[in-house]
């Protein structure tokens, strides 16, 4: 076993949640009872919040008042300057820490976001797994040929699970690069995607952006040739290929799938996606896509919208998409 491949394997040999297609009229009920939980707890936060706000402002304001009495009785009175300085200091202390404790409920309103809620609609969308602190391994990134320099590497709202014996792994993702001062150098999604069996030869890039192939064709790529496929349709028509084995390409890359890849860069905004096929069993996407779908909402505005969880289950759908069409999970014939 290649160090790639053991690598992938790791992060890949936990997936369990087997997902499967979402039945809408199911999908809109469970959603609807997970909206409404999650605006009790909402609410319940908030009213806490308001609750210890109250209470600490009087508390915090009769422990100073007590300490400015106690600072003139000493300072004036007793003529003990250290001693009444002191009195005044201690009695910020439970003001202070009053005052932290009223700031906890819109932080621990944000942490169930990512520990409760998101798990639970994790489930809903297919019966997916959520890890809030996990994502693709960095050790295989620089593997790929398409990834830009970076420093650094964050990934984070990963969602797991095995759908028709494919593994899949995708993730929130954002490389930062010292040079690049005005933010990350990639924001958006990695996918992450092994089949049961060996289908894949060679590695093989399929991308629709058109700067990266400018800049890597004669770099990164020059071991490579370039694959063509014919499509019908125009709006499929905008991916470069690139593989190590162009022959055995041609046979795996066709237009069903240069359909459901262009369809899925609309559904991310029409981003410039990039997939690539390695390692035998493994094909990675990264999606350029900014937005940031899984973070929780204002805690002092209502939870009624169901918009959220609507994109994130077309989203997801459309990356099933992508497995149905390569027909991945079927060993070769």
């Known amino acids: 076993m290649t160090a790639e491949n053991q690598t992938i394997q790791e992060d890949t040999h ?74 005044l200091i201690l009695s910020i202390i439970p003001a202070v820490l009053l005052n932290i404790w009223a700031a906890q409920p819109p932080k621990t309103y944000l942490k169930e976001h990512k520990s409760v809620f998101m798990p639970k609609l994790a489930k809903t969308l297919n019966g997916l797994s959520f890890h809030q602190d996990r994502g693709v391994s960095s050790k295989i990134l ?6 830009p320099a970076h420093d650094k590497y964050e990934a984070e709202d990963c969602f797991m699970g095995v759908y028709k014996g494919v593994k899949v792994i995708f993730s929130e993702a954002r490389l930062y690069s010292k040079v690049n001062k005005d933010g990350p150098v990639f924001d958006g999604i990695f996918v992450l995607m ?54 055995s390409a041609e046979l795996m890359v066709g237009e069903r799938l240069l359909k459901e890849l262009a369809e899925a860069g609309e559904v991310f905004d029409n981003a410039q996606l990039t997939a690539c096929l390695f390692g035998k069993k493994y094909i990675f996407m990264m999606i350029p896509y900014a937005k940031d779908m899984f973070e929780a909402s204002n ?29 991945l999970y079927q060993p070769p014939k």
């Not at 009624?304 to 759908?317: G, N, P, R």
Request: proline share 2%; net charge negative; with cysteine.
């Open 299 to 327: 805690m002092f505005v209502p939870i009624t919208t169901k918009s959220q969880a609507l994109e994130v289950k077309k989203e997801v759908e459309q990356l099933l998409e992508v497995i149905d069409v390569f027909d």
């Open 142 to 147: 620089g593997r790929l040929a398409v990834i």
């Open 14 to 87: 936990k997936l369990d949640a087997e997902i499967g297609r979402v039945n809408e009229s199911r999908f809109t009920r469970e959603l609807e009872l997970l909206i409404k939980e999650s605006e009790e707890t909402r609410l319940m936060r908030m009213k806490q919040y308001q609750k210890r706000g109250f209470i600490s402002m009087n508390l915090g304001i009769l422990s100073i008042l007590i300490g400015i009495s106690g600072f003139g009785w000493l300072f004036m009175m007793e003529a003990q300057v250290i001693s009444a300085f002191g009195c």
């Open 194 to 247: 092994e089949t049961p069996e060996d289908v894949i030869e060679g590695h093989t890039i399929i991308t629709s952006n058109h700067k990266m192939v400018k800049a890597y064709q004669s770099t990164r790529w020059k071991d490579m040739s370039a694959v063509h496929i014919s499509v019908s349709n125009p709006d499929w028509d905008k991916f470069q290929i690139f593989s190590t084995k162009p022959e």
